[in-house]
T-cell receptor, first 113, second 113 residues
Framework: SQTIHQWPATLVQPVGSPLSLECTVE??????LYWYRQAAGRGLQLLFY??????ISSEVPQNLSASRPQDRQFILSSKKLLLSDSGFYLC????????????FGPGTRLLVL | KQEVTQIPAALSVPEGENLVLNCSFT??????LQWFRQDPGKGLTSLLL?????REQTSGRLNASLDKSSGRSTLYIAASQPGDSATYLC????????????FGSGTRLQVQP
């Protein structure tokens, strides 16, 4: 069966520090991968998605970047965190089927102080 | 730009009640619609996915309907239980080939024992 992992689960970082959040998927190959952010009291916002290694699409201009160095690994990064980067970051995957249900990871809670 | 609205934002019901959660979207050109459940501080769990050509999907006590022309979906929960307490999110995938989901802000459900 497929599983999706995210780490760390929780992170507290000072403003201006770098960020690296990791997401890995097991049990499937060539998944579509997604990074979402959920700010307090708001819906989920898609940040990036990837259909293959090295292929990244950005949905909104921001302080963050994403990379996909391996088929089942998706990394969210920042060189200098802003206060507004605080939120709950969710990674998701889907397969190349007609239904394309998206499956979500457990999330990383980021607090920038 | 697609907008997804969920009403009500919060709902509290006694155990055993049947209830309906509403989701509306502004652009009817969707590929599919998905309902998720999110427990506090956790990731999302996919409940039901309805293709644009379908009218409804059922899973156990859950039934989701889709009226694409009017831009509406409902999630019906029969015989609610305290374990159903969570935030329920609906999300639509556009019909233009993009894989990004647009989420509503959710309905927070509390089922009182």
């Amino acid at each position: 069966s497929q599983t999706i992992h995210q780490w760390p689960a929780t992170l507290v970082q000072p403003v201006g520090s770098p960020l690296s959040l990791e997401c890995t998927v097991e049990g499937t190959s060539n998944p579509n991968l997604y990074w979402y952010r959920q700010a307090a009291g708001r819906g989920l916002q898609l940040l990036f998605y990837s259909v293959g290694i090295g292929q990244i699409s950005s949905e909104v201009p921001q302080n963050l970047s994403a990379s996909r160095p391996q088929d089942r690994q998706f990394i969210l990064s920042s060189k200098k965190l802003l206060l507004s980067d605080s939120g709950f970051y969710l990674c998701a995957w889907s397969v190349h089927l007609s239904q394309e249900t998206q499956y979500f990871g457990p999330g990383t809670r980021l607090l920038v102080l | 730009k697609q907008e997804v609205t969920q009403i009500p934002a919060a709902l509290s019901v006694p155990e055993g009640e049947n209830l309906v959660l509403n989701c509306s979207f502004t652009d009817s050109a969707i590929y599919n619609l998905q309902w998720f459940r999110q427990d506090p501080g956790k990731g999302l769990t996919s409940l039901l996915l309805i293709q644009s050509s379908q009218r409804e999907q059922t899973s156990g006590r859950l039934n989701a309907s889709l009226d694409k022309s009017s831009g509406r979906s409902t999630l019906y929960i029969a015989a609610s239980q305290p374990g159903d307490s969570a935030t329920y999110l609906c999300a639509v995938r556009p019909g233009t080939g993009r894989r990004a989901l647009t989420f509503g802000s959710g309905t927070r459900l509390q089922v009182q024992p």
